[in-house]
């Protein structure tokens, strides 16, 4: 039986760790976070151990390590600022780690973990749950298939409401989150590459605390894309009382892909214990992406602006 341990088990995203782990026939020995709010487990692994003091967590795993039943993987759900240090710390412990996106937040830090990789002889995987999509599957697949000269036209706007809590926390701070197109929106430039091909432009038209805007290319595709978690940028289309709108469109087609959704995580899972996975070479691309749109100039004037943008600039 596998044997995990995780980190940040009070989080948002733990559940779907916690549920994949059950659903792929593995145990979680233990769990950590500075936050004591995980009576989630009870429904998954009651008997798991649990500490709020790292240094606890730590020496629990290593007790583990010296009693003969070492831990296989360290899930990792903290925050993203944190994820390479504890990415660090699996590795160095003689596991190997399956981590939330965004893997990190500066491309320089790929190449340590990858020394690092190569020191200890554990892997990092990350998880990528939209390349497991059928529906996004299908649509790289059939743009394989087709012309290989032909350069599809996509939208990409995706609204989704926060409260101020959001701004309070270290989702709201740069430096930790590495900002809205990093923290909400990294598993869709992915997804884009995935379908489209190696990036070649990435033009930002707008960075705000709230939103983000801009125009990219790939070797396949034109994107126009905006990202809000301000619910006054809402299109006007979006119907009455719904707080989240998303829409991909490829060639004026959408691209509907909400179900299923939350049970990629199980599919991870199966991917990485089938010796699949997503390694630091297939994350790059897409943070190089993000950190790009983090530092670049603001060009408002260049290319295509996506159609929702309106709102986002006021």
Request: glycine letters at 10%.
């Amino acid at each position: 039986m596998t044997s995990y341990a995780l980190i940040g088990a009070a989080g948002y995203i733990a559940p779907r760790h916690l549920k994949a782990m059950k659903e792929t026939g593995g145990a979680l020995r233990i769990a950590y976070d500075i936050n004591d709010s995980v009576g989630i487990m009870d429904s998954h692994f009651p008997d798991a151990a649990f500490f709020t003091e790292f240094e606890q967590f730590e020496n629990h795993v290593h007790g583990l390590r010296r009693a003969g039943t070492p831990i296989d993987y360290v899930s990792i759900c903290s925050p993203n600022y944190l994820h390479k240090a504890h990415m660090g710390f699996s590795l160095r412990m003689g596991a190997d780690a399956i981590c939330e996106k965004p893997l990190v937040l500066e491309p320089s830090e790929i190449d340590e973990l990858a020394a690092l990789e190569a020191e200890t002889g554990r892997r990092i995987n990350t998880i990528l749950q939209l390349r497991l999509h059928p529906a996004i599957v299908a649509l790289r697949d059939k743009v394989r298939a087709g012309d290989p000269d032909k350069i599809y036209d996509v939208d990409l706007g995706y609204f989704t409401s926060r409260g101020a809590w959001y701004h309070a926390s270290w989702k709201g701070l740069t430096h930790k989150s590495g900002g809205i197109a990093t923290n909400i929106g990294v598993h869709f430039y992915d997804m884009l590459s995935f379908i489209f091909g190696p990036n070649t432009a990435n033009i930002v038209h707008h960075r705000g605390p709230d939103a983000s805007a801009g125009y990219l290319e790939f070797e396949r595709a034109r994107v126009r894309w905006v990202l809000s978690i301000n619910r006054d940028h809402l299109p006007a289309h979006t119907p009455a009382g719904q707080t989240t709108h998303r829409s991909i469109t490829v060639d004026g087609e959408e691209i509907e892909f909400s179900g299923g959704f939350t049970d990629l995580h199980t599919a991870s899972y199966q991917n990485i214990l089938d010796g699949g996975g997503y390694g630091l070479d297939v994350v790059r691309p897409s943070i190089e992406l993000v950190s790009h749109i983090r530092t670049a100039p603001l060009e408002p004037g260049k290319s295509e602006q996506h159609p929702d943008i309106a709102k986002v600039l006021g």
